[in-house]
C-alpha cells in the first residue's frame, strides 16, 4: 500500500496568469470540494521524464514544463462518502475521490485547518480493502505559507483475505508510515495547460509493508515479508484551482523523475471513472493474464494500450469480464479502456505487467 495522493486539480474556467511569481497563501478554499469532476494529463514517457528536474527551492523560482508531451489522461470526480459503498468504514471523511483507474476510492476530511487522508478502499487482488491510516496522514496544513512543514507517523493495516496457497489459507498486512512535508519553494509554475503563481511541496515518505500469513500447520499468524520503500515528490498548488497544479514523481533516491502529471480542465473525450460503476482489475501487477471484471453487463470490448497510445489488445467482455493473455508484454504500464456497443466509453485506467 502507498500513501494516496492521486488528488488533482477541480475544473477551472480559465489560466491563472496574473501576478505569476507572487508568494501566496493557501487556504482550505484551493482544495478539492464534493460535486466537481476534472481531467490531469500525464507523461509517462522514461525519454520524456527523464529530461525533466524538481528545479531549485526558495523564492520567485520559475518552473516551466510547457513543452511537457502527454501520454495519457484520466477523468475523476469528487463525491460525499455518502454516495460511496464504503462510507461507513471512513466515518470522519467529508470528501471522497474516485481512485484513478481503479475501483474504488480515496477519502479525505477537509476543513479550515487542514486538509487529511483518511484511507482508501481499493481493489487488491480482485479483492476490495478498506485501509484507514491511524492517525489520519497530514496533506496540508492551513494557512499554508512559504517554508510550513507537516510531519508524521501513521499505521495501516491490510484486513485478512483468504487464499489458496499450499499450507496458507489467509493473508494480512500492515503498513507504517514516516512522511515529512515542506513547503519549499514559490514562484511562477507554467504547464501545457498554463501560467500559475504557485507555492511548491516537497514530499518525503518512508514506508515498511509487512505481510503477515495464517498457517493451516500451526494455525497460526506467521511474519512472512517486510519491504521498505523511500518515496519522494513534488506538487505545486495555486490559488482557486481545487489541488495541486502539477505533481512529479521521483525515484526511491529523490534525483530522477519518474512521471509529470498537470490539471489540464474539465474531461473531454474521456468519461470520468464511474460513480456507479467500477473496473476489478487483477491481478495487478499482472504475470501471465490480467481479469478486468465490471459491474455492469453493458461492456463489450477492453482495449489494452502502451503508454505511447499504441493499441495492444482487444478483446471482447463476455457478461462484463474478459481475461486477456500478458505472457508476451514487457514489463511496465499498460492502459486500458472498457466500451459498450456502441463505442462509448465506460472506464478507463491503468495496470502494471511484473514478469
Known amino acids: 500500500m502507498k500513501k494516496f495522493y492521486s488528488l488533482v486539480g477541480l475544473a477551472f474556467l480559465g489560466f491563472i496568469s496574473y501576478n505569476a511569481g507572487a508568494q501566496i497563501t493557501l487556504s482550505s478554499a484551493d482544495m478539492p470540494s464534493v460535486g466537481k469532476s476534472f481531467q490531469n494529463d500525464f507523461d509517462t514517457l522514461t525519454s520524456s ?84 491510516f491511524k492517525p489520519s496522514v497530514t496533506e496540508l496544513n492551513f494557512p499554508g505559507t512559504y517554508l510550513n512543514t507537516s510531519s508524521g507517523n501513521s499505521r495501516a493495516s491490510i484486513p485478512p483475505q483468504a487464499v489458496v496457497y499450499t499450507g496458507i489459507d489467509s493473508v494480512k498486512g500492515t503498513l507504517n508510515m514516516t512522511y515529512k512535508d515542506t513547503l519549499d519553494a514559490y514562484g511562477s509554475l507554467t504547464t501545457p495547460y498554463g501560467t500559475y503563481s504557485t507555492l511548491r511541496q516537497k514530499h518525503y515518505e518512508l514506508d515498511i509493508d509487512s505481510i503477515y500469513v495464517h498457517s493451516t500447520l500451526a494455525h497460526a499468524w506467521v511474519f512472512y515479508q517486510a519491504q521498505t520503500t523511500k518515496s519522494y515528490a513534488y506538487r505545486w498548488f495555486a490559488n482557486g484551482l481545487g489541488d495541486a497544479a502539477a505533481t512529479m514523481n521521483m525515484d526511491s533516491s529523490g534525483t530522477k523523475v519518474t512521471s509529470f502529471e498537470w490539471y489540464s480542465g474539465k474531461p473531454s473525450g474521456i468519461n470520468p471513472v464511474s460513480q456507479a460503476h467500477h473496473t476489478l482489475v487483477f491481478p495487478n501487477p499482472a504475470s501471465t493474464q490480467v481479469t478486468f471484471r465490471f459491474s455492469a453487463q453493458n461492456a463489450e470490448y477492453v482495449t489494452v494500450f502502451d503508454m505511447t497510445g499504441r493499441e495492444i489488445t482487444k478483446a471482447e467482455m463476455k457478461n462484463g469480464t474478459s481475461v486477456i493473455n500478458t505472457a508476451s508484454y514487457s514489463n511496465g504500464v499498460y492502459l486500458f479502456r472498457l466500451t459498450d456497443k456502441s463505442g462509448n466509453v465506460l472506464d478507463n485506467g491503468k495496470f502494471t505487467v511484473q514478469q
Do not use: C, H, R
Not at 455518502?82 to 476543513?111: E, L, M, R, V
Open 49 to 132: 521524464v527523464n529530461k525533466l528536474n524538481p528545479g531549485g527551492s526558495g523564492a520567485s523560482v520559475t518552473w516551466n514544463y510547457a513543452a511537457v508531451p502527454m501520454s495519457y489522461n484520466q477523468g475523476d470526480s469528487i463525491v460525499a462518502p455518502s454516495a460511496t459503498p464504503y462510507a461507513s468504514t471512513f466515518t470522519t471523511a467529508n470528501i471522497a475521490d474516485t481512485t484513478f483507474g481503479n475501483a474504488g476510492y480515496t477519502y479525505f476530511n477537509g476543513s479550515s485547518s487542514s486538509f487529511l487522508v483518511i484511507g482508501a478502499e481499493q481493489n487488491i487482488q480482485g479483492y476490495m480493502v478498506g485501509v484507514v
